[in-house]
């Protein structure tokens, strides 16, 4: 181990899979000039307790992507550093013993489709064979992913911490991170027990410890650990070695096993709990190898599920049992990416999935650092996800120990957890209970996803097929109906709005917008931001409100993100601006409908005719007595307006539209009414339809593209090779909910990003990036829950081509 330099390009603390990994991938990529710090010896804080289990099918491509890189990645390490990893590719079975769960197995089926991933669908018996040792009486059916494995925690950990240093990484162990300095708003120093280090780039990897090493630079990392135990049995008769049988989960009773390192022959047997427990610790992670005392009472339902799976575990005890701190997070997702303080990133909160993932997370981080942005999008794992609730650990902790406790259960689209809300409210919140509004989350927001007041007398409409159907309301069709008929009033106050003023206003935003944003004052323009591979990096509106003054407005969970793209720009161009975030000062709310100039206009003074006021333009006005910025702007395919009023009149304009509305047909929408009517124009979504590995251009964005102008992410954008298409399926009752593959003539070409039923159209329609070649009226198939539903490529938009009604 060497010793502690006074300067180094990049400093990794943490000495477990993660940091090692980073630090091995960022002497991959050249930058050699890292000094990785670890307070015990590699391995000692969480890392050596794992039970390294390897499952490669995750929820989100980007983390599915993540661990098949990885699992490629250990069973190389043995070539590329002489060491073995650890790595046992013994495949894995998930069972599944209720109608359900294998519901859930068939949506997964599909999804592997996508991901080039092997999954086959057992039956008992062929699940028996795979593993003679389980009892299968009650089994229904099984996954085999024979890409599954698992990992040896010290091995790996050597193995990466081998290849880093033959690079010229150093590794310094016994040393202490006791301060992190910052100056100008960036890192400038790590403190240590050793000593000090220079340096302008800081890696936190210290799992558990994360969130105390944050607030070292002044930095809220919302890590949550908690205590998470398994156990190694007594050696099962007869079997002699165990460590080449497949890994096993059973989900319906919370309960995970492999072999045991050893050749005795036992089993590791692990489990979730319906009431964890937190680890509070003002300085975790401090004494080498923290374990806690067994638990089990905890641990019972677990072990008692073990033993009914594997009817040999009913004679036999436990050898050991190894009760340790793992990092959670408010979420379940990871914790990676730059933080407000530049040059201080963060990679932790792997939620037991680390030893999976390290190989993933080291090569995401390294590419971030050295490139500007990793080559797959990790937005979901971006630490400035959250907004400023976050710092509360209360919060955190409820929202981690509630994610824990439902760990293993099936999670159907559209399902709404109550912990840690009601938090973020907006001022229309006093009137929603009143319209019994079903009440969804985003990013600590309630909003409404639909209102069940409009439920009543709804007919001939019946609910979608399967997972589609399970939260649904037919409320939905009537907000829908409501809106295309006289109008819908929707309130949109959680989307994120970011005022970007001063002299380098417009030359800044015409660098990041791919649109052309020097405008007349007024005027509002749709544009992305590209990273400088083409990608989507942020999708807005951006409102001209001054000479110097632009009004940006983005998705819910994205104003955090977005700001720190903009402000990290603004900061290495050397560009005088400010960036606030006054999202909430503004209430905005939405009528849109063919009646929302009828209900509008007898509310202002204002002329509110296309000749005075047209499509794609903002105005100041009083609507009432309330001062409101009117901006001609739909999401939903009709005329009308987003309306933003200062905070404390929302209220009162809610009160004053509803009125007014009500004799001509108006009713309040959902979310869940503006996404179906979204889909019928085509109006994408970013985080499905666009992310950062996906490129305006084939995401049918063009028009909205001036490549007359310089800005970042131009030269990257080439002729499209896959486009992004609009399906309607034969069956109307069967909605896709993303993720499901398409398949043209037989040979898989694409994955859905997001689908739903169109009530105006009458059709199930779904979107998925297909090649680029692939004309309208193509016939493709579209794998729902494991069985192929043919599905045509239309020409989009699908409602009102011609833009007549919302230029009405």
Excluded at 241 to 257: A, G, L, M, N
Excluded at 361 to 370: D, H, P
Excluded at 517 to 522: H, I, K, L, S
């Amino acid at each position: 181990m060497s010793e502690l330099p006074a300067a180094s390009r990049v400093v990794v603390i943490g000495g477990g899979v993660a940091g090692c990994s980073v630090a091995y991938h960022l002497a991959r990529l050249g930058w050699t000039d890292v000094v990785l710090l670890e307070q015990h010896e590699l391995t000692e804080g969480t890392t050596w307790h794992s039970a390294g289990f390897v499952g490669q099918l995750r929820s989100t491509v980007s983390q599915t992507r993540m661990i098949m890189y990885s699992s490629g990645l250990y069973a190389e390490l043995r070539e590329l550093t002489g060491l073995d990893p650890g790595w046992r590719g013994v495949g894995g079975l998930r069972l599944a013993t209720t109608p359900a769960r294998v519901e859930e197995l068939r949506r997964q089926v599909s999804s592997a489709t996508t991901y080039g991933l092997e999954l086959d669908l057992l039956t008992p018996a062929e699940t028996k064979d795979r593993l003679p040792l389980l009892n299968v009486d009650d089994v229904l059916a099984a996954g085999w992913l024979p890409g599954d494995g698992w990992l040896e925690p010290a091995q790996l950990a050597a193995a990466l911490a081998t290849g880093a240093t033959a690079l010229g990484v150093r590794i310094v162990t016994g040393v202490r991170v006791t301060g992190v300095e910052t100056a100008g708003g960036r890192v400038s120093a790590v403190v240590t027990t050793a000593g000090r280090i220079a340096t302008e780039v800081v890696v936190d990897a210290a799992g558990a410890a994360a969130g105390h090493v944050g607030r070292l630079a002044g930095v809220d990392v919302p890590i949550v650990p908690i205590k998470h135990q398994y156990v190694v049995t007594e050696a099962l008769p007869g079997s002699g070695s165990t460590v080449d049988i497949p890994t096993v989960r059973d989900p319906d009773r919370i309960v995970y096993f492999r072999g045991a390192p050893s050749p005795e022959g036992g089993l590791l047997v692990g489990g979730y709990v319906r009431d964890p427990a937190l680890w509070d610790d003002p300085a975790p992670l401090s004494v080498a190898r923290t374990v806690f005392e067994p638990d089990l009472d905890k641990f019972a339902e677990s072990w008692g599920n073990a033993r009914h799976r594997v009817p040999a575990l009913q004679t036999l005890g436990m050898d050991r049992v190894v009760h340790g701190p793992e990092a959670f997070t408010p979420d379940g997702e990871f914790l990676l990416g730059e933080t407000a303080v530049a040059g201080f990133w963060v990679a932790a909160g792997f939620c037991v999935h680390g030893l999976a993932a390290a190989g993933g997370v080291g090569k995401v981080i390294a590419e971030w650092i050295v490139d500007g942005t990793p080559e797959w999008d990790v937005s979901t794992m971006d630490v400035r996800r959250f907004g400023a609730h976050a710092a509360s650990r209360t919060w955190a902790a409820t929202k981690a120990l509630d994610g824990y406790s439902r760990y293993y259960d099936i999670v159907y689209p559209g399902q709404e957890w109550t912990a840690g809300r009601p938090l973020r409210r907006s001022p229309v919140w006093p009137r929603l209970a009143g319209l019994d509004a079903a009440l969804g989350e985003k990013a600590g927001w309630e909003r409404a996803n639909w209102f069940g007041v409009n439920a009543a007398g709804v007919v001939d409409v019946t609910a979608p097929r399967g997972w589609a159907g399970r939260h649904w309301s037919p409320a939905i069709a009537a907000e829908v109906a409501a809106t295309a008929t006289a109008a819908g009033l929707f309130d949109q106050s959680s989307f994120a709005k970011l005022d970007v003023r001063g002299p380098g206003a417009v030359r800044l935003l015409q660098r990041l917008c791919a649109n052309d944003v020097d405008r007349a004052v007024g005027t509002l323009t749709y544009t992305s931001m590209l990273n400088a591979r083409g990608g989507v990096e942020a999708d807005l509106t951006v409102t001209r409100l001054g000479e110097a003054h632009f009004r940006i407005v983005t998705s819910t969970a994205s104003g955090v993100r977005d700001a720190a793209w903009i402000r990290r720009h603004a900061l290495a161009t050397g560009a005088d601006v400010t960036v606030d975030d006054v999202t909430s000062a503004h209430g905005c709310l939405c009528l849109w409908g063919p009646a929302a100039r009828d209900i509008l206009q007898p509310l202002t003074d204002a002329s509110l005719s296309n000749v005075d006021f047209p499509f794609m333009r903002a105005q100041r006005l009083t609507v009432g007595p309330v001062p409101v910025l009117a901006q001609r702007v739909t999401f939903v395919g009709e005329l009308g307006w987003e309306l933003y009023a200062p905070a404390e009149y929302t209220l009162t304009l809610w009160d004053q539209l509803m009125e007014a509305g009500a004799p001509l047909g108006m009713r309040p929408g959902g979310y869940r009414a503006i996404d179906a009517m979204r889909l019928e124009k085509g109006y994408r979504v970013w985080g499905s339809d666009l992310t950062t590995d996906t490129d305006p251009i084939s995401a049918g964005l063009g028009p909205f593209v001036d490549r007359s102008k310089d800005f970042l992410g131009r030269d990257a954008l080439t002729t499209p090779v896959r486009s992004l298409r609009c399906l309607v399926l034969d069956d109307p009752a069967t909605v896709c909910l993303g993720g499901e593959p398409v398949r043209v003539d037989g040979v898989p070409c694409g994955r859905v990003t997001s689908g739903g039923f169109g009530y105006r159209v009458g059709a199930s329609i779904a979107y998925a990036y297909l090649p680029a070649a692939t004309a309208a009226g193509t016939t493709v198939e579209v794998s729902v829950f494991d069985r192929w539903v043919s599905a045509v490529v239309r020409p989009e938009p699908l409602y009102d081509p011609k833009m007549l009604r919302v230029r009405a």
